[in-house]
C-alpha cells in the first residue's frame, strides 16, 4: 500500500469516529481543509462517496460504514504492533556474548577461531617487510 493511500485511509477513520472535521483535524494534526481534501481524493480514487457532508454533520454512507468496519480492526492492529515493540525502545542494543559468537566473529575473526594475537603475530613473522 502506497503512503498516501495509508494517509487517506487514516484520515477518513478519523473524520467517521469524530464525526466532524475539525475534530478529526485537530486529532491528526491537520488543517480542516487539508483534511477534507483527503478525503475527497480517498473517495475520487475510490469512485464512491464515503461521506455525506452538511455545514452542521458529518454522516457515513452505507459504503463509508462498510469501510470503517473493515479499517478500525487494521489499525487497531497496526496500534498493537507498534506497541509491541515499544518495549524495544529502553533495552540496549544487542552486545556480544559468549551466546552469540556470531556477531562478534564478522567482527573480530582473528579471536573468535582461537588464535591469540602474540602467537598470530609471531607465527606470522616471516610475512612482515
Known sequence: MRANQFSELTAF????????????????????????QTVRALESRLGIRLLNRTTRSVALTAAGERL????????????????AINQFRDKPMDTPTSGSSYSWTILNPISSAG????AFAGANASTRT
Open 115 to 118: 588464535i591469540s594475537m602474540p
Open 13 to 36: 477513520v478519523a473524520v467517521a469516529q469524530h464525526r466532524n472535521f475539525t475534530k478529526a483535524a485537530t486529532h491528526l494534526g491537520l488543517s480542516p481543509p487539508s483534511l477534507s
Open 68 to 83: 470503517l468496519a473493515h479499517m478500525e480492526p487494521l489499525l487497531e492492529g497496526i496500534d498493537k504492533a507498534a506497541d
